[in-house]
């Protein structure tokens, strides 16, 4: 989870902020104004403290969030159904 959050980091400080997570959204999903909003309620809804930046306590309560199960492991079914969730929007369109 974290090299998939470190692409995001552009300045390389150990944190996400909500404006580097912003245009790495509007850079893979330019013609699809939807799925952008989507993804900048999904980046709220994962900064736990509400400072803007996602950051190593936010991680640890995502993850927490997700590993339904508890076993210390996050499946894509687990990750699937944490979006959904925190989204309402079934990543799969079932």
Do not use: C, W
Not at 4 to 23: M, T
Not at 60 to 89: C, H, P, W
């Amino acid at each position: 989870m974290y090299q998939y959050f470190a692409r995001f980091d552009a300045n390389h400080d150990n944190r996400i902020s909500r404006q580097e997570y912003a245009k790495e959204v509007e850079t893979h999903h330019v013609n699809n104004p939807s799925a952008q909003q989507v993804l900048l309620r999904l980046f709220d809804a994962m900064d736990f403290d509400n400072d803007n930046h996602l950051d190593e306590p936010d991680y640890a309560d995502i993850f927490m969030a997700a590993d339904s199960n508890n076993n210390k492991l996050v499946s894509q079914q687990e990750f699937l159904r944490y979006f959904y969730d925190l989204t309402g929007i079934d990543p799969v369109g079932k």
